[in-house]
């Protein structure tokens, strides 16, 4: 079965500073993985996705993430963020079925 | 594209009432999910559909619950008889089969409350 890890219901940075949003997957096929950021009131917007090829993946707003095979791992970085990042983010994992697995999400909140 | 549409946005009723809410998908997905997002259990899948078909239902809470896709372009998500427990927002989002997309567009949501 597959399963999504978010480490931190809550992530604090300053505006400028580094943005790191963990996240760990279990998934006994290979999977696809996404992103997607939810604004208040809001459904969920896709950030980014890996399904095959480069495991460096560039999405919308400056954020990008690397799938790592060997360590389960899907983290999101952005080098500098902004206050308009202040948002809910997501983890989720799908396979070939279409069934996609939420993590419970990231509230990440900049500081001025 | 208008994009997903779901209705109505705003949902109040009382225990024992039905509630049926709608969604319209992006024209041409052929897999439309429905989801159930709380505080306390996060964003839940309750069913999907993929060509109209339900393909899985096992997130379907309980016999209250019941969803239809009679057309590509329209499903409901009914709840007969509802709770104060099913306090949530309901999700729609539907996905295309192209290639390797596998992402999903999400509508605005339904936001029901249940007093």
């Known amino acids: 079965a597959q399963s999504v890890t978010q480490l931190g219901s809550h992530v604090s940075v300053s505006e400028g500073a580094l943005v790191l949003l963990r996240c760990n997957y279990s998934?006994?096929?290979?999977?696809?993985l996404f992103w997607y950021v939810q604004y208040p009131n809001q459904g969920l917007q896709l950030l980014l996705k890996?399904?095959?090829?480069?495991?460096l993946v560039k999405g919308i707003n400056g954020f990008e993430a690397e799938f790592k095979k060997s360590e389960t791992s899907f983290h999101l970085t952005k080098p500098s963020a902004h206050m308009s990042d202040a948002a809910e983010y997501f983890c989720a994992v799908s396979d070939v079925s279409f069934k996609t697995i939420f993590g419970a999400g990231t509230r990440l909140f900049v500081k001025a | 594209d208008a994009g997903v549409i779901q209705s109505p946005r705003h949902e109040v009723t009382e225990m024992g009432q039905e509630v049926t809410l709608r969604c319209k998908p992006i024209?041409?997905?052929?897999?439309l999910f429905w989801y159930r997002q709380t505080m306390m259990r996060g964003l839940e899948l309750l069913i999907y559909f993929n060509n109209n078909v339900p393909i899985d239902d096992s997130g379907m809470p309980e016999d209250r619950f019941s969803a239809k896709m009679p057309n590509a372009s329209f499903s409901t998500l009914k709840i007969q008889p509802s709770e104060p427990r099913d306090s949530a927002v309901y999700f729609c989002a539907s996905s295309p089969r192209v290639g390797s997309s596998y992402e999903q567009y999400f509508g605005p949501g339904t936001r029901l409350t249940v007093t």
């Open positions: 890996y399904t095959t090829g480069a495991t």
């Open positions: 024209s041409g997905h052929d897999y």
């Open positions: 998934s006994s096929v290979p999977p696809y």
